[in-house]
């Protein structure tokens, strides 16, 4: 495989880590493919959390072991600043200091809103006023999802305010919202059967399938 295969893109998440891991990324820097790959990468992303069951969460620990990881992994990003700014558990800052930002690149949002969820609509409103990219992670997001059935009255995210991509699933897997992010540029499409098919059809699984109601 030449260099060149190797950046058709989308690239392969995991592919593109080691890449950086093992300074491949920093040594070619000058080659326009690598410094195009290396800008597609947001250089700020915060992540909020609405009415869910949480699995979206664990997905979105990946993505935040990843970013954390570049920041701290690779010269070509601490030189330019590729951070993830809130997220509560990699950052140790409150929902007050959410609120207090004024500029990200992409945020991040999981779950639902409605009226139990206190204040998330706040929350979700301030991210598309501060973002360049609001993201919707997960099918809570995106449709509401199995909150639909909620007798409270639970939301989509895009009931509130534009969401700039959706990332479908439940949860998501991490390369699919790597492609969000970078705009197609690393990690993968999701599938028809990942994009909130029939729940009969092969392949396509929620966590809420395995509850026993």
């Known amino acids: 495989m030449s260099f060149d295969d190797l950046l058709e893109t989308p690239v392969d998440r995991r592919t593109f880590l080691k890449l950086a891991f093992t300074g491949v990324l920093s040594v070619l820097v000058s080659e326009e493919p690598v410094r195009a790959l290396i800008k597609s990468v ?25 970013l954390k990881a570049l920041a701290n992994a690779d010269p070509v990003f601490g030189t330019l600043r590729r951070s993830l700014i809130y997220y509560p558990s990699f950052t140790d800052r409150s929902l007050d200091d959410f ?7 992409v945020t991040l949002i999981t779950g639902s ?12 409103e301030h991210a598309r006023e501060i973002s360049n990219t609001v993201i919707a992670v997960g099918n809570c997001a995106w449709t509401a999802g199995v909150n639909r059935l909620s007798p ?19 949860p998501p897997r991490p390369e699919h919202i790597w492609y969000a992010m970078t705009g197609g540029a690393i990690g993968e499409s999701p599938s028809s059967t990942e994009l909130g098919g029939s729940r009969s059809e092969p392949g396509f699984k929620t966590v809420c399938r395995t509850c026993v109601a």
């Open 42 to 66: 947001p250089r700020s992303v915060a992540m909020v959390f609405g009415g869910s069951c949480g699995g979206c969460t664990t997905t979105l620990i990946e993505i935040g072991i990843d």
């Open 113 to 124: 809103i409605g009226p139990t969820i206190h204040d998330f609509e706040t929350v979700v």
């Open 99 to 105: 609120l207090r930002l004024s500029s990200v690149d």
């Open 152 to 170: 409270y009255g639970l939301r989509p995210v895009s009931d509130a305010v534009v969401v700039g991509e959706y990332v479908p699933g439940c």
